[in-house]
């Protein structure tokens, strides 16, 4: 109890430097704006790793740490593809995940969409060409947006999300 | 030349067993023995108890038309490694795995790989190629690019049984309910006590080391920063550590002084990410918060630095590809006196939490004895008592002339794991800030010309030992092998989780917080 009294008292530190951070608020309410004309006020992502090197999964849950916290904007994470809107799927497809990727996508309900995150998933990484991977994303599941990147920094995995939202909305597919 | 080479020399000519020295590129020893020597060489090597085998690999012989086995075990300075290289016969090698545990997951490897069959290996099930690939193919010797149906698997892995009332078992994965990386566990389970716990990785296997066989050396460069995500710097420093071996040169000093400051920054947000994910996965939110945000703008400095977050493009053979103004390396140094004060008092709100260093306490023991025999390396082996570390062993670059503490404990358990790496995160910034007021002005990068040749590099990476053995002709690489720290420290978790309860397994899974990408390559 003392501790915490002393806490609420006490004289913060400077948390040094955060370059993009009105940048990133605003992109914040815009997301948000979107997710609630799009998804009706909740968007649901499952992430998938199909054979990243992890540098995107690691950016994916830096959103979910305080700097970020995107749930504030309408955006969560979801522990299955059954109550996922978007299978967000990161890394080249290697030949020992398609299984598993497959079956993933199959087992969410429909209307369903697939982004790919990072130049891999894209189909742009160095990977192309090795007998160990199918390729990006496109080359077994039907992607619907692209987020390149290596890995795309958590504010471009915004602007990306808003951009997929733009392009359901202009389609009128949502 | 050391004493266990001389000693291993004396010992093989005593059995009448040939043997032949030479001198690697990387200060790495390398003995040559006839294929029926193997055996004999490793359990002379086993009974000196303190040395460890590193690594097990195959590489295409350059005088005949077969392949060389090449079997690394770790030195202390000034030589990294003693490398025994056997030619192998009628495509068939003696297993050295009943005496090297370790052995087995290189071996099985190898085998995937090449076709290479070893005698006496108790595991012979596939290790990176799953159901997907046809049963005989191996990808190192397979001419034909594309052998492969993309039909789904009809076979079906055999995993270890058990049986008995009231064992069951639970599947996890590849696909886990959290943002992290593919693998399967089953677990056996009698009540919530784990009983044995089985891995099932490979599902990450990108075939690295065969995509870089015959690209240049700024392509595979780029290759090494995708081994793993947040091992980017340090692998491409042990990629450039090789090739600098191998052209003979070594970087100017001010590159090794912002490297090691690139590769120190690398460790502490590794570290802080996995203090704050334990203290997630014991419910502990408002604590892991604060290193959460620590690490985030670590990851900020990252980007000022580099231009990226991952510290991806900046190391290169040769030494940096852009300096980091003075400037901003004092802004960085200024930032880290406040960061090193927050880092304390986030950890000491840890330590004055009963609760939580209860669950950390005696969870997930890794006993000292597994750290020989299962190659075990960094703050995982650290925990369990063993005082290693290869910036120490093998001081590369400018780590000889640096002070810091490098944390042992010893009751082996999530506990020890958490303190060590808290203790090493911020003996990391102690680094940075000696590295930083040593700096002085000068050139960053040395040009070399590559021809051929090959050499080994070992760095100790977040997670531990990280070792890189290149081969380059005409200044292209030819062959590259790449063994992460988690290839062999993921032998640990099977054990450490041993009678634990089911539900603790997360956060001992997180306390060693492995790479499943570096595993599979």
């Known amino acids: 109890m003392r501790k915490i009294i002393i806490n609420i008292f006490s004289k913060k530190l400077s948390s040094g ?67 996922a809107d978007v299978l967000l799927i990161t890394g080249a497809v290697t030949r020992n995940m398609q299984e598993a990727v497959m079956r993933t996508y199959a087992a969410m309900p429909h209307p369903c969409w697939v982004i790919a995150v990072g130049d891999d998933a894209c189909g742009e990484g160095l990977l192309n060409g090795s007998y160990g991977v199918l390729g990006g994303a496109d080359k077994v599941l039907p992607v619907d947006f692209k987020i390149p990147g290596n890995p795309p920094t958590p504010l471009e995995i915004m602007r990306g999300l808003i951009s997929f939202m733009e392009l359901l909305r202009q389609s009128g597919k949502h | 030349m050391d004493i266990v080479t001389t000693g291993l020399m004396t010992h093989l000519e005593s059995k009448q067993i040939g043997s032949h020295f030479s001198k690697g590129k990387g200060g790495e020893y390398y003995l040559r023995v006839p ?22 690999w195959a590489v295409p012989s350059h005088a005949k038309d077969c392949l060389e086995l090449y079997y690394a075990f770790e030195l202390k300075h000034p030589s990294p490694a003693l490398v025994m290289i056997a030619e192998v016969k009628n495509n068939q090698a003696p297993s050295v795995s009943k005496i090297f545990p370790a052995a087995i997951n290189f071996e099985r490897r190898t085998k995937d790989w090449y076709g290479l069959g070893f005698t006496g290996l108790p595991d012979t099930r596939r290790l990176l190629l799953h159901e997907a690939y046809p049963p005989d193919y191996h990808p190192m010797v397979d001419s034909n690019p594309e052998p492969l149906s993309s039909n789904l698997a009809t076979t079906e892995y055999s995993f270890k049984e058990f049986g008995g009332e009231g064992l069951y078992q639970v599947p996890v994965g590849p696909v886990h309910a959290g943002i992290i990386e593919p693998g399967h566990f089953r677990f056996s389970v009698i009540g919530e006590t784990i009983f044995n716990l089985e891995l099932r990785l490979g599902y990450k296997h990108r075939g690295l080391n065969k995509l870089a066989a015959g690209k240049t050396i700024a392509e595979v460069n780029r290759l090494s920063e995708s081994i793993s995500g947040d091992e980017s710097a340090v692998n491409a420093c042990t990629f450039s550590l090789a090739v600098e071996n191998i052209a003979g040169i070594d970087p100017p000093k001010r590159a090794w002084e912002l490297r090691t400051v690139l590769l120190e920054m690398e460790r502490l947000y590794s570290h802080l990410g996995d203090l704050a994910g334990m203290l997630v996965d014991v419910g502990y939110p408002i604590g892991a918060s604060p290193f959460f945000i620590l690490r985030e703008e670590i990851m900020r400095w990252n980007a ?77 082996a650290r925990a369990s008592g063993y005082d290693s570390d290869t910036r120490q062993l093998h001081t590369y670059g400018i780590y000889t002339g640096l002070k810091y503490m490098v944390p042992v404990k010893t009751s ?90 089911l539900p603790d397994f997360p956060v001992i899974n997180k306390s060693f917080n492995l790479s499943y990408a570096g595993n599979d390559l």
């Open chain 1, 17 to 83: 430097k955060y370059p993009a951070t009105e940048d990133f608020e605003l992109t914040g309410l815009r997301l948000k704006e979107h997710v609630s004309r799009v998804f009706g006020r909740s968007l649901a992502i499952r992430e998938l790793d199909s054979g990243s090197d992890n540098s995107a999964e690691i950016e994916l849950n830096n959103l979910s740490a305080p700097h970020y916290d995107i749930e504030r904007f309408g955006v969560s994470f979801v522990a299955s593809p059954r109550h």
């Open chain 2, 35 to 56: 294929d029926n020597g193997i055996v004999e060489a490793a359990g002379w090597l086993a009974d000196r108890k303190d040395l460890a085998l590193i690594g097990i």
């Open chain 2, 304 to 380: 000022i630095f580099t231009g990226s977050r991952f510290l991806r493009g900046a190391i290169i053979p040769g030494g940096l590809s852009r300096d980091i103004e003075d400037g901003m390396l004092q802004q960085f140094k200024c930032f880290l006196n406040t960061f090193s004060r927050r880092v304390r008092r986030a950890l000491s709100s840890v330590d004055e939490s009963a609760w939580v260093i209860d669950r950390f306490e005696t969870t997930g023991i890794v006993s000292p004895e597994l750290v020989a025999p299962l190659s075990l390396s960094g703050p995982i």
């Open chain 2, 412 to 501: 082996g358990d999530v506990l020890a794991r958490f303190n060590v790496k808290a203790e090493e995160a911020i003996s990391s910034i102690g680094i940075i800030n000696e590295t930083i007021a040593r700096c002085a002005p000068g050139p960053i990068f040395s040009g070399f010309d590559l021809k051929s040749g090959q050499a080994l590099a070992i760095l100790e990476a977040p997670r531990g030992r990280n070792i890189h053995w290149l081969r380059v002709k005409n200044g292209t690489v030819e062959h590259w092998e790449v063994i992460t720290a988690s290839f062999c420290n993921w032998l640990a978790i099977e054990h450490a989780v041993i009678n634990n309860i």
